[in-house]
């Protein structure tokens, strides 16, 4: 591939050989570490926080709404956002799951995409070090 055919690819997203799309799935620019997902490019940030509960339910929050994240270990995360207050409890919700790799920071970041609830059964079976999400309150 010539370097303008590389470059046209990344500036209009097209492939100049296919004459198409070219498709970059959200996945692979997130890794999910069970709890959270961690965008990994290293200037990227979210747009919005989405909230997964262990029932089905899902609220996306705009990373814009957010006034004041805050960390209490014996409370969890709480977000505040347009006035109301959001709780994320569980346990090693600032312990590093990588290098670098907080929930708390990342969130503080715009880094993480998604944060979802586990089921008993992987909140069992977690090691004392893995980062688990026993509720998220809104």
Known sequence: MSDSAVLQRYVTGRDSRLGMAVEQSETDACDDLGAFGWLRGIRDRAVMLELRRKDGS???IGYGWLERVAFDPSEGITLSAA???IRIRGRNLNAEVRPSV???QGIARH???WVSEADRSVGLQAGDRDTVVDSIEW
């Open 58 to 60: 899902i609220v996306a």
């Open 83 to 85: 006035g109301q207050k």
């Open 102 to 104: 907080r929930l708390f």
């Open 111 to 113: 880094r993480v995409p």
